[in-house]
């Protein structure tokens, strides 16, 4: 491969080594989509055709529930079914890649030698087009670079968290007995996107109760498919080969049902009007339509005009103005 020695290799170059196995240039590419989302145009040529194959679980939940100890229990089970796997660990609320991800590194170190596992992280950073597009752009590069797998998991409970666990074919929602965890997980909208309700630290007192209360509550759940409840002791390896089989389960089911393809269109069409709106608002931002947009702001409060004739006349201009080159 050509390397240029200050910029490295282009953006397709590398896409092409990291689609062909080489894990560096995988590393490489992912830092490139995660600092420049401008590059995503040049590397999605080399990924086209090449998405789709994996099997993508969401793991979500309050920090500290366990959902690293779950995924590296999860890792080693579709390891040992020969798998190869990815893990995504996204952190929506550290401007860095701080404590959590980095106590997430040590409960995942003992899959750090194997070849078919990959672990990487994506933080915050205050970026543009929001910390879900990066994720899916994340996972399209890791579908394309062929793992079997790719598991998320986002540290917290808020709606970023959702939005990025709900990128995967399966969510997993994770939950502890007592603390009230199961009560605050209502309150997030947590249960509306639970595929799979996970109890983890089972071998703590109070799981049967959690369990008994969450099971009670999928049942008043109107319409849809309900969600298993399953009882984990990550820490101890117990349940974890039933939630591969409730993950896979729901995966068949929602490929059997058409479901997959419904989510993954979806999805496709959540990125395609994501991407449109920062490209309108980027357009926005840049000359000649900032101006423009300073001087309906002042016909507007002069009273010559209303804001909502403004805004179509603005979007008339956008649209039919030539591309403003870079400077
Ligand atoms: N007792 C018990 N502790 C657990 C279990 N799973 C995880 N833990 C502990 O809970 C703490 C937080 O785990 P971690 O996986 O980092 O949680 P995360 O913040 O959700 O990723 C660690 O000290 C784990 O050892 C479990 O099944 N039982
Ligand atoms: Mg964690």
């Given at each position: ?11 397709a170059?590398?896409?092409?080594a990291a689609?062909?196995g080489?894990?560096?240039a ?13 590059l995503?145009r040049?590397?999605g040529?080399?990924l086209?055709?090449?998405a789709?194959g994996a099997q993508t679980v969401?793991l979500t ?6 959902k690293?100890?779950t995924?590296s229990?999860?890792?080693?089970a ?8 990815a ?13 959590a991800l ?8 003992e899959?750090?030698?194997?070849p078919?596992?990959?672990i990487?992280?994506l ?12 994720t899916a ?5 890791l ?8 598991v998320?998991?986002?540290v917290?409970v808020?709606?970023?968290e ?8 399966t969510?997993?929602v994770?939950?502890a ?15 509306e ?13 109070g799981a049967?109760?959690?369990i008994?209360?969450?099971t009670?509550?999928?049942r ?20 974890i ?6 993950i896979?389960a729901?995966r ?7 479901e997959?393809d ?7 069409a959540?990125?395609?009007?994501g991407l449109?709106?920062?490209?309108l ?6 000359p000649?339509?900032?101006?423009r947009l300073a ?15 403004a ?15 870079a400077?």
């Amino acid at each position: 491969m050509h390397a240029d020695r200050e910029r490295g290799p282009a953006p397709a170059e590398l896409a092409a080594a990291a689609v062909g196995g080489d894990r560096r240039a995988l590393a490489r590419l992912l830092s490139a989509v995660e600092n420049a989302p401008a590059l995503w145009r040049e590397i999605g040529p080399a990924l086209a055709g090449r998405a789709g194959g994996a099997q993508t679980v969401g793991l979500t939940g309050a920090p500290g529930v366990g959902k690293s100890t779950t995924v590296s229990a999860l890792v080693r089970a579709y390891r040992g079914a020969g798998r190869r796997v990815a893990v995504l660990a996204v952190d929506p609320s550290s401007p860095f890649t701080g404590g959590a991800l980095l106590g997430d590194r040590v409960r995942m170190s003992e899959h750090a030698g194997d070849p078919g596992v990959f672990i990487r992280s994506l933080a915050s950073r205050g970026r543009l087009g929001g910390l879900a597009a990066a994720t899916a752009q994340a996972l399209r590069v890791l579908e394309a670079a062929g793992f079997d797998v790719v598991v998320v998991e986002t540290v917290g409970v808020g709606q970023a968290e959702i939005d990025i666990a709900a990128l995967a074919d399966t969510t997993c929602v994770l939950l502890a007995p007592g603390a009230g965890d199961d009560v605050q997980a209502v309150k997030a909208g947590l249960l509306e996107v639970a595929d799979v309700l996970v109890v983890n630290k089972a071998d703590r007192p109070g799981a049967a109760r959690t369990i008994a209360d969450l099971t009670a509550m999928t049942r008043m759940r109107a319409g849809g498919r309900r969600p298993a409840v399953v009882r984990v002791a990550a820490t101890l390896g117990e349940g974890i080969d039933e939630l591969v089989e409730r993950i896979a389960a729901h995966r068949r089911d929602l490929a059997a049902t058409g479901e997959l393809d419904r989510r993954r269109l979806a999805r496709a069409a959540d990125e395609i009007r994501g991407l449109t709106l920062t490209a309108l608002r980027d357009r926005l931002a840049a000359p000649p339509h900032d101006a423009r947009l300073a001087e309906l702001a002042h016909l507007v409060i002069a009273g010559t005009a209303d804001p909502w004739s403004a805004a179509e006349w603005l979007l008339a201009d956008v649209l039919t103005a030539q591309p403003v080159p870079a400077p």
